[in-house]
């Protein structure tokens, strides 16, 4: 193609420039001066990133390309979820604090906006939409505007001139009712006769049971040994957690017998001393069991 009829764009006047041989001999000599420089300086050539113009002039004066930029993006197939009517502007944020972005897209055709939950592995989730009457949205942005940590949303309306502020509300407290059950067994016939203790604790839910301790009070000069739990002057501190709704835990602890208490109760009461989250039902929070030694063969629990 004659010189003259290079289209007039950069890429052109490059191609002109690359086919003018006074240019080429030019261009040659900075770039033997270039490589030259870039072999005393090394932190220059490793910091040259041509932009895609340089990238084809090397190209048409058969120089040597990078091979990064060579490497071709691809993508896997698109995986399409279903948004409101007319999504005209989008905008990522992770909302529901997850540390997975979530996607709001402002609809203009049914004036709403609409919240696309992220997953780690797969497609969005269905999607959560809020009304938005009288205007047509268009652009939409999110940034934590009241300070809690979360992120809120601003929607501008094109027909009103308004912009729509929607806060964040921050989610309900986490709640789990942790019950708490105790069983007593007496051990006989050995050299040292005790007392077992169990204590188990339920997570009625409906949240995770992250933590929580049940603290058992002994009778006045019994003591209690255990590997599961604390021992204390007077009681026993056993932590449970975590656990899911529905599952329990169970720990244990002896009470050896005391010849001097013949005939009197050894009465254990476990109460839940504390945990994380809210117990929202603290009728379930004490279980109690009495056992008496009727001798050093006999034992009997209740």
Request: net charge positive.
């Amino acid at each position: 193609m004659p010189l003259g009829r290079w289209p007039s764009s950069p890429e052109g006047s490059c191609c002109r420039r690359a086919c003018n041989p006074r240019w080429a001999r030019s261009t040659q000599r900075r770039e033997t001066a270039v490589r030259q420089h870039s072999q005393r300086s090394l932190p220059l050539a490793s910091n040259f990133r041509p932009t895609s113009r340089a990238l084809l002039c090397l190209d048409l004066l058969g120089l040597a390309v990078p091979a990064w930029a060579a490497t071709p993006v691809t993508f896997r197939p698109p995986v399409d979820s279903a948004a409101g009517a007319g999504p005209r502007a989008v905008a990522v944020a992770d909302l529901n604090k997850d540390g997975t972005p979530d996607v709001v897209t402002a609809n203009a055709v049914e004036r709403t906006v609409s919240i696309l939950t992220g997953t780690p592995t797969g497609p969005f989730t269905a999607r959560q939409t809020a009304p938005l009457p009288g205007a047509i949205t268009t652009p939409v942005a999110t940034g934590d505007f009241d300070g809690d940590g979360r992120p809120d949303l601003v929607v501008a309306k094109e027909q009103a001139n308004t912009v729509s502020l929607f806060r964040a509300v921050p989610p309900p407290p986490l709640k789990a009712d942790a019950a708490v059950q105790l069983t007593a067994r007496p051990i006989l016939g050995v050299l040292v006769p005790f007392i077992a203790y169990d204590v188990r604790v339920t997570n009625n839910g409906p949240d995770p049971l992250t933590s929580t301790s049940v603290r058992a009070a002994l009778p006045p000069g019994l003591s209690a040994t255990s590997s599961e739990c604390v021992p204390s002057p007077g009681a026993v501190t056993c932590g449970f957690g975590p656990l899911a709704p529905g599952a329990s835990q169970t720990r244990s602890f002896r009470v050896p017998l005391n010849l001097l208490s013949l005939g009197l109760p050894y009465t254990v009461q476990a109460s839940r001393a504390g945990g994380v989250p809210e117990d929202p039902n603290p009728l379930n929070d004490q279980a109690s069991r009495s056992c008496t030694a009727v001798s050093i063969l006999l034992v009997l629990c209740r």
